[in-house]
């Protein structure tokens, strides 16, 4: 393989590879919606399309290898490419705003292709399509259930929060649901103008959700629950992880507390060899940190019902590295996961369980864990057991703020972090580090790529997403590329001779970014979702700046997508063949 040039408003791929759009937002998946129309969106249609900015892909098998179950997150939406004449939130009609809210959320919906060499397409009507929305009823699930602190006006009961919306990556248990992160849900609360004295207060100032700003895209004009000035607690209900289950569309779906409250990236599962499962996350903010999660209960195959109540009760961990200097050449050195819940019992002085869970960034301030660069996805690779986080940036470490898991200050291009559990088990405490990516342009002396020549490396910025392929290669989807260019998909070895040769598989259109990324069970397709083409500020929808993904759009809209070999032989093949 070749590695690819950049591009600009195009999806670029390797030569001998081809590329097409799978479900594009507006595309209709329930029964009755119509066909997406640009010029005549209403609340009602979108319910039963594709929702808008897609970012975490899980791609289930159901049935046979040509039968799937696509499941996408809709993070958010880019309003002034959405509606025309768009002047700001208040502008929107309440149809409109209820349009945003109904582009939020999660799409579930079944494909099916020919043979494994053709195109997936998505079936629409088929029995297991879903819209969840931010107006879907939830069940909350865990210690955190019932409690005060998730009590409101409307659910005084503290069981059934409504909605999910600013859900970034995610992840496919090994019992087949999908679990998804609620991150950057602040924005969308109108928020008091400073925190209050109390515990919750200044979980409120931890959280950025008091700062006096109003309702993105004025969800609060619609529905109360959206102004904390009148529902404070209403702001507790999200930030969790939520798992659904795709093959259930009945089931509500939940928002698993005993993971914690976060800006959660996304969440990944790992089984112990003793059978427990153990989820790793990481919290997406400047100075923030990452988590694991250990179940009380153990995986037992096949049994979905033991399996779906793992992630409601277990113990809470959050991460310190300590470095044992760069001396050596590398930034690595040893760490522990530092407790915050074990037996079901808070380990942090002065807060309770509840709390713990509830306000986890306060718990886990108290303990002394090591503030990241932004961590966003983290993933285990299967192959060798090791557990791999993207940590996209972090433009605000001063040079006093310098740690060895953390080494450049202004980091404008991010680094990709490996853990090596001790004795390869993951329910322990201890780990081993290593920095095996120091992202930038190739050039720059404090780029690393595992040791390998950097003449021969692509450059790369800001890793935000990882996953891999069945060799056990790392896949790496990148979101904000400071280096000038478009955002993309990296294909990075980690084992043999080509250990460290990073070489950039995709480069995604205009002003967007590459998400996903997701290798298909038998390593001949690559998922992608590209998330808001044409997003830059001055774009609306007379200045357009993408048409992605169809010819003859007259706008950009956000479209999962895959890429496939032209000839038999598959991603895997081929990164083999350039390894
Ligand atoms: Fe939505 Fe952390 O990126
Ligand atoms: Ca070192
Ligand atoms: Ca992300
Ligand atoms: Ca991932």
Redesign the pocket.
Known sequence: MDPVAAGTDKVVVPEGFQWAPIIAWGDPILAGAPAFDFDRQTAAAQAGQMGYNCDYVGVVRNGSANQAVLVVNNEYTNNDLMFHDYAGATSMTDDQVEITINAHGMTVVEMTRKNPNSKWVYTKGAPLNRRITAQTPFELVGPVRGHDLVKTSADPAGTTPVGTFGNCAGGTTPWGTILSGEENFNGYFTQPAAPGTDLAGQGAARYGLAGGSSAQHDWDRLDERFDLTKEPQEAHRHGWVVEVNPFDPSAAPRKLSALGRLKHEGANVVVASDGRVVAYMGDDERFDYMYKFISKGTYVEGDLANNLTLLEEGDLYVAKFS????A?G????TGEWLPLVVDGQSTVEGMTLEEVLVFTRLAADKVGPTKMDRPEDVEVNLVNGRVYAALTNNSRRTPAQLD?ANPRASNKHGQVLEITPSSGDHTVTGFDWKLVLVCGDPDDPETYFNGYDKSQVSPISCPDNVAFDSAGNLWIATDGNALGHCDGMYLMPLEGEHKGHLQQFLSVPAFSECCGPLVEWDDRVVFAAIQHPGEETGASTTNVLSRFPYQGNTQPRPAVIMVWPEAKGGPGKGSSKAA
Do not use: A, N, R
């Open positions: 470095g044992d200097g760069s050596d590398l930034h690595d050195g060895e």
